[in-house]
């Protein structure tokens, strides 16, 4: 279903996360649940994956997640603050112990010279706080950028495994 490469990353996700006994939720805009599709996808991820949220629209970043509607119309919801109070709102949602956030623009419309088509931010909350990470997926077409963030949103879970 997922490319190989996407596969091994969320193999390895779950198996690290299950070796330190930590629990994940993920909390996806423009990738749609793929990060949370590509871990459950994953034999014996139950263990591990508590919950994903698909909060594609402002209202549900705010309702589900606790993004302030105030940081929403300062930032944008392609953001760093946003991107960190996503993952932040995961982990205090679902009460687990790890949890990553996408949010960006896929395209092919919706870019500004502020914000291109391809620019994601990513958040990754756990006990230790929380990482950001921006990046630009130029030349990539909306599946691409969607593939792109779903490998970015792996590594980040990996890392933060790994490092504990």
């Known amino acids: 279903m997922f490319p190989d490469d996407i596969a091994d990353l969320a193999a390895a996700v779950i198996a690290a996360a299950m070796a330190r006994g930590w ?31 698909v909060t594609y629209s402002n209202a549900a970043k705010t309702d589900l997640l606790g993004v302030a509607k105030e940081m929403l119309q300062a930032n944008g919801a392609v953001s760093e603050p946003v991107a960190r109070a996503m993952s932040k709102g995961a982990r205090e949602a679902a009460g687990v112990d790890l949890a990553v956030s996408i949010t960006g623009i896929a395209g092919p419309g919706g870019g500004s010279t502020e914000k291109p088509v391809g620019l994601v931010h990513f958040g990754c909350a756990s006990a230790s706080g929380i990482v950001h990470e921006r990046r630009v997926f130029d030349g990539l077409n909306r599946e691409g950028v969607r593939l792109a963030s779903t490998r970015v949103a792996l590594g980040l879970l990996l890392a933060a495994c790994e490092a504990g």
């Open 23 to 53: 629990t994940i939720a993920t909390a996806e805009s423009c990738t749609g649940g793929l990060v949370t599709g590509a871990l459950t996808a994953v034999a014996g991820s139950s263990a591990v994956v508590d919950r994903g949220f």
